[in-house]
DNA sequence: AAGTGGTCTAGACCACGGC
DNA sequence: CCGTGGTCTAGACCACTTC
């Protein structure tokens, strides 16, 4: 009898666990075929179904590819697609440093529109935070977001310079970021903004207005981004 | 001894589908609770694991929540997000219909751009079809797709004024369309494309370009719509 | 023919939620 | 407390791919 799992996770991630590692340290490169199920099987000394769930979620999640008959393999490198990241982890996917500057932070109390978009009362408290995104020193975005004040009180006083706000929710508010529905069209810069990102006004910009929810479905934070065109191309990948 | 399949579905695909219509049919309705694990191996005679499965894979797809110790009850209705539809599907979901002209069509040879994002050789045939799309009789996009001319022959002859150039796709030439890659944009509207959408040279355009790809992996067309702002938002759900 | 993933059984114990 | 989903066993046969 296999003793049961006393590390506190299941048979089935550690097996899940093994495999990631195994393709983390470049052992197993994209293409390449995973053991069998009857190998993990025997290997981790667990039941069939056991590692056949270990190497299930391991295809939902992307991780390797199943075909009948032939094998587990490998899949390809992970595209980042439709994933929800911060403005710091998505510098840091490209290898290069966030730089970003507070131009205003303000906690507002008559901005209907956005506090009914985070499900608050018409005249809640809102913590602003305005903030010039930057890449090899010029800016290339200017993102506003709104909070509940009433939820986060550390932010208002709070350094956001450095730390990622996205890290600050998750680590100091436990808050678990889950998605986020965003609305992208295009607009013009007015003056403000043009100025703000050195250019011209009436200058095309990619706007993104993104509602992030917890895990729990409550919606929790509303940004406005404005994009200067050139400098960034959203992705996304749709599927039928 | 439970008598195995002899229709040829599986039995778990057999639960699921008799759940998919009871919510079709709104005899159950989002938030209702559905059978639970044990009482669906009772009610369809199998084991736990094959009830299970059944639920396990509804879940994945969207039709069903779970939540341990509680149940698993019929997931509110499935928003569109992120999901390739066609302009007919699109108008159609909203209860409109689609309206669209054909500016132009020709079959080009000299597209090494556009050739090599289809994976073609540089001075492959390209058949080129230039649309203006229409909402209550106001143009709102002009779409220019791009097609392998050689795999689909009867495209340059056929009228593509009434049908959805999808349908022709998965219809006549057996295609199956199965997800996109977006790279997603602002513009300025140049002279031409300013007078074909009734609006002023320089007004800003979101700008998409769409690249589709059958269930195979292959490239298959590649599309570039200019959106008017306003006219036109774009909902994306990211997730973490 | 050998090996793979896909489906399935008839149970078991655990962790969690709601009453 | 009872019912729920989550994990797991030790097998089985089928369908498919590769050789």
Do not use: W
């Not at 299941?10 to 470049?26: D, H, L, T, V």
């Not at 075929?33 to 769930?53: K, Y």
């Amino acid at each position: 009898m296999p003793e049961r799992r006393r590390n506190g996770l299941p048979a089935y991630q550690k097996i899940q666990r093994a495999i990631r590692q195994r393709i983390e340290a470049k052992q197993l490169k994209p293409g390449d075929a995973v053991s069998s199920e009857r190998e993990l099987a025997r290997i981790h000394n667990v039941s069939l179904m056991t590692a056949r769930h270990a190497l299930a979620t391991l295809e939902r999640e992307g991780v390797v590819e199943r075909r009948r008959g032939a094998g587990t393999f490998v899949a390809p490198p992970r595209i980042q697609f439709n994933k929800l990241m911060s403005y710091t982890e998505q510098m840091a996917s490209r290898g290069l440093a966030a730089h970003s500057k507070v131009i205003s932070s303000a906690v507002l109390d008559n901005e209907p529109e956005i506090a009914a978009r985070l499900s608050l009362s018409a005249s809640s408290h809102l913590f602003m935070l305005e903030r010039v995104r930057q890449a090899a020193d010029e800016p290339f975005a200017l993102e506003t977001c709104y909070l509940p004040a009433d939820e986060f009180p550390a932010l208002a006083g709070g350094t956001l310079e450095r730390g990622s706000l996205f890290m600050t929710l998750e680590r100091e508010y436990g808050i678990e970021l889950a998605y986020a529905d965003e609305e992208i069209d295009s607009t013009a810069a007015d003056l403000r903004t043009a100025e703000l990102l050195a250019v011209t006004r009436g200058t095309p910009l990619l706007r993104i207005r993104q509602l992030l929810f917890t895990s729990k479905g409550k919606a929790c934070m509303y940004v406005v981004g404005l994009y200067r065109s050139g400098r960034h191309t959203l992705l996304i990948r749709r599927f039928r």
